[in-house]
């Protein structure tokens, strides 16, 4: 039996011998100073014949190091560690040698006086709450901006108007090395910078300033992201100049110049076009929303926009001790829109009413930004922040429709009405705005921080109201409005927050925290209707007239504890909250006081697998305060159909929140994998109340009730393609969300459900294409409980391709086709739309500095944008005007001025497989200098 046993497995070996086609390399890491071994250095395996990437890996923490599973043959060995000179070996797996050891490795220090080996770097690193993107790995068209650069990222989505989104949520702040630029407006970074100066990308939740002091997470979370550029380009100058003039009297012109010089940064910036080309956010806070805007390319939203805007941006390190930016920028849009709507009213269980509008808008708005920033550290344990963000804004709006409304079940006319509206409103705002003191005592983890958070603003309006109203149940009537209005608004708040923390034992903190807030808000609105005796707006009406006054006073206190370990950070809290609303109509000279009490729970968990794979957890529990427009018992109409009432009774809302995410890169495969999970469940929301009228019309007021849910589920899943060298990624969006409205006094619950499916394919060749290329499908499911009848389903389709071939010569001949599908929405509104946008460019002058371009937009002028939104009481469809064909002729100057370029050491410059970029360095890198991503400095 043991001989049978012995032959069986000669033979196995001798099978399995001859089969095998792998083998396996190995070795260990020291360095030359201290002879310590050297953990997480980037181990890569490189093909000899074309130097693309076979298999790649991490030194353990013993400084040891196996890959295994590797096809035989000739290939390098590269290790590179951060601070050290590459190592290279040429070696050979065959059959006789599939077990190939390097034995001890000694990595040398890094001399600068030796020159620098091109190394190119992970694709992506992920370390605690950073997912990191090197610029490099990801290649862009000639003459891009860092918004094309970001499509190219896993995880991270560029809508049509510049708008961002990584891991599924909105990017609302982008920060170039560390510091704000021009304010919270990511646009003015994407769309100006360039992606040749860019080393990295970093992704994070920005934490508040207090948040990052004390490390202590208060929720005040910021989906941010960092620019780091390249040290090669931190000084010099860089820019752009654009010229163009089409058909149809539309033109473009832009320039942006920036000055690098180490720590000081100067950028400059403007625009001026008709195209809707909009390089920056509106910020529109007096009315909200933004003018039209396709990106670079221009004329994709809804309505058209002719905008002028400039600003400058400044960056400085004053002395040794002092940081400061700041910056200034001033837009002035003009925005025309025709739209054509049509709404279904839900009514009762059996019946709903139909109103179809045409409108025509003109909206005028100029704004001015100021913002500010100071960070002071006069000595090692004293710090402090200020950082004040001032607007000033002007908008005159007018308008001009029609509407005409059937009902239920006869489908016969309910009223007809033509309005027109105009008015002006100015104002000012100083919103976000803070002054910090911080203090670090002897004792390790011991700290004070005072936060003294403000914000002021007023709103000033007056315009005019005019309609004829026929009505045709339950009586034949005719009515007109005609009334002038005069409205002023002023708002104050001012909110402090003292923190001190305390180390109860090794790596555990505790911090006492208390709040005070007072906020203060007068409105006051003054009515006048038309006298046809003295042709002059001098009746005062009362009903649509009001003053109020509102201030709500809370206290604040909390106890939290955290607890950090190597592999995790943990934190839990509680606090009690003390808050009273003080209302008063001065013009009945009515007061109402509420007080009301709230606990604000808080818990974070976090837990780092390894430097490629962590898990965070995030819930709280906090209060919101109704807005004076929806307090104040006001009655506001622009047509004597459809009126809104303010409601003083409104108690503020309690909002649970929890948040998950997951991130994953693999180092040796380059695949990637997130999700992120929120929920939310929120008691004493603040919904609508809606009345239908006899004559037809609305009248809507905002109440209290529970019952609203939602939750959402983001997934990204991608990976690098070899031939041709290309990135996948799949993304799936769930979301789910309840809830309850009042319509004539009946309960009803209205459940969306939305699914939605993507696939992204980019290319990342050496050779002169480039391609992005999109697909994506959505579901949409929407529920009422009132009148299920009237439940819908529909979906959308998208498709978007951007591709771009360009010669050696100069010569750039690109294309972008989207084509956009709606369907199963009300007669006409169903939609399918190709846009193709084909440029050809010739590139000339030294460096290609120069580029001639003629572009044409909506080739086959099949342009239109259509929207469906699903409220509580109604399901409304929209059609709005857009920008159609045009051709136009552009030429564009690039500057590059930078210091001298480091010599380099005459190597190979190793490219992997995949086109990601090839040998890995280390795990790690993080945040700049500064950003701590809410851990204790200590």
């Known amino acids: 039996m043991k001989k049978i046993l012995t032959c069986l497995c000669m033979c196995a070996s001798v099978f399995f011998g001859f089969g095998q086609t792998t083998g396996t390399i190995k070795g260990k890491l020291t360095d030359t100073l201290s002879k310590q071994t050297l953990k997480d250095a980037s181990v890569t395996v490189l093909n000899a014949g074309d130097s693309t990437l076979e298999m790649a890996g991490l030194s353990k923490a013993d400084g040891s190091f196996e890959i295994g599973n590797i096809p035989f043959g000739s290939y390098i060995v590269h290790v590179a560690f951060q601070g050290f000179d590459p190592f290279y070996r040429n070696i050979s797996l065959s059959k006789t040698n599939a077990v190939h050891d390097l034995g001890n490795i000694i990595l040398h220090v890094h001399e600068n006086d030796l020159g620098m080996v091109t190394v190119t770097q992970s694709p992506i690193t992920v370390r605690n709450d950073t997912i990191e993107y090197n610029a490099s790995s990801f290649k862009t068209k000639p003459n891009a901006v860092v918004e094309d650069l970001l499509k190219k990222f896993p995880g991270m989505d560029v809508d049509k108007n510049g708008g961002v989104k990584a891991q599924g949520e909105t990017v609302q702040r982008i920060l170039v090395n560390g510091k704000r630029f021009f304010g919270d407006d990511p646009k003015l970074a994407t769309k100006n910078l360039p992606p040749d100066i860019v080393d990295k990308i970093q992704v994070f939740d920005d934490l508040s300033d207090q948040s990052k002091f004390t490390g202590f997470d208060d929720g005040n979370r910021v989906k941010t992201i960092n620019i780091t550029t390249k040290k090669d380009k931190q000084k010099g100058y860089f820019g752009k100049a654009v010229a163009g003039a089409g058909d149809n009297g539309t033109y473009d012109e832009s320039i942006n110049l920036h000055r690098m010089n180490g720590n000081q940064q100067i950028a400059i910036v403007g625009q001026a076009n008709n195209i809707n080309k909009q390089s920056f956010t509106s910020q529109d806070f007096l009315n909200g929303g933004n003018g039209g805007g396709r990106g670079r390319s221009g004329g994709g939203g809804a309505g058209i926009t002719t905008s002028l805007a400039g600003g400058l941006n400044y960056r400085d390190t004053w002395g040794s001790k002092t940081d400061v930016s700041g910056s200034y920028f001033y837009n002035d849009q003009r925005t025309n829109s025709e739209q054509e709507t049509r709404t279904q009213n839900i009514l009762k269980q059996d019946s709903s009413s139909y109103n179809e509008r045409e409108r025509n808008s003109l909206r005028s708005n100029r704004n001015h930004r100021i913002n500010f920033n100071i960070e002071s550290k006069p000595d090692s344990n004293n710090s402090w922040v200020f950082r004040p963000n001032i607007s000033f804004q002007q908008a005159v709006p007018s308008s001009s429709s029609s509407n005409l409304t059937t009902a239920d079940p006869d489908g016969k006319l309910v ?389 771009t071939y360009y010669t050696d010569n100069g010569w750039i001949v690109s294309a972008d086709f989207d084509y956009t599908y709606t369907g199963n929405r009300t007669g006409g509104f169903s939609a399918s739309v190709p846009l193709l946008n084909p440029s050809i460019a010739k590139q000339f002058l030294k460096n290609n500095a120069g580029e001639l371009r003629l572009s044409v937009f909506d080739l086959l002028n099949q342009n239109q944008s259509v929207t469906r939104s699903v409220t509580g009481s109604t399901i409304q469809d929209q059609r709005s005007t857009v920008l159609t064909r045009y051709a136009m002729l552009t030429f564009t100057y690039n500057l590059r001025q930078f210091g001298a370029k480091p010599k380099r050491r005459p190597f190979m410059q190793a490219t992997p497989r995949n086109g990601n970029g090839g040998g890995m360095i280390r795990q790690g890198g993080g945040r700049p200098g500064g950003m701590r991503g809410g851990r204790n400095e200590e």
């Open 415 to 803: 009223n007809r009405s033509a309005s027109t509206s105009s008015g002006t409103n100015s104002g000012f705002n100083i919103n976000g705005s803070n002054l910090q003191f911080r203090h670090r005592f002897a004792k390790k983890a011991r700290t004070v921080s005072l936060d003294l958070g403000f914000s002021a603003g007023t709103n000033n309006s007056q315009g005019y109201n005019y309609s004829i109203n026929d009505f045709f149940r339950p009586v034949s009537k005719t009515d007109t409005l005609n009334q002038y209005y005069i409205s002023k608004s002023n708002s104050f708040s001012f909110s402090p927050t003292l923190s001190y923390t305390e180390p109860i034992g090794r790596n555990q903190i505790l911090e006492f925290n208390y709040n005070f807030s007072y906020s203060r808000n007068n409105s006051s609105n003054n009515t006048y209707r038309f006298n046809k005796q003295t042709g002059t707006y001098s009746t005062f009406d009362s009903l649509f007239s009001n003053s109020y006054n509102f201030t709500s006073t809370s206290n604040r206190g909390s106890l939290n504890y955290r607890l950090q370990g190597t592999k995790y950070n943990f934190s839990l809290g509680s606090g009690i909250q003390f808050t009273e609303q003080n209302s008063l109509n001065t013009t009945k000279n009515i007061q109402v006081i509420n007080k009301f009490t709230n606990f604000t729970p808080t818990a974070n968990f976090q837990y780092n697998f390894s430097k490629t794979r962590n898990l965070r957890v995030n819930y709280n529990g906090r209060t919101g305060q109704p807005s004076i427009q929806q307090l104040q018992p006001l009655v506001t109409t622009s047509d004597s159909i459809n009126f809104q009432i303010g409601n003083p009774d409104l108690k503020p809302q309690f909002t649970h929140s929890l948040r998950v995410l997951y991130h994953s890169f693999d180092p040796v495969t380059q695949r990637v994998f997130m999700f992120t999970v929120n929920a939310s469940a929120v008691h004493n929301d603040i919904q609508s109340s809606v009345i239908q009228n006899a004559n037809g019309g609305r009248t809507s007021t905002s109440v209290n009730l529970d019952g609203t849910y939602a939750i959402s589920g983001y997934l990204n899943y991608g990976f690098p393609l070899k031939n041709p060298k290309s990135n996948l990624n799949f993304t799936t969006n769930v979301n789910y969300n309840q809830a309850q409205t009042l319509v004539n006094k009946q309960s009803n619950f209205t459940r969306n459900t939305q699914l939605s499916q993507t696939i992204k394919w980019t290319t990342n060749l050496k050779d002169n294409f480039d391609m992005n290329f999109s697909a994506t499908t959505s579901y949409t499911i929407a529920r009422n409980s009132l009148q299920s009848t009237q439940n819908a389903n529909y979906y959308s389709q998208s498709f978007s391709t951007e591709a």
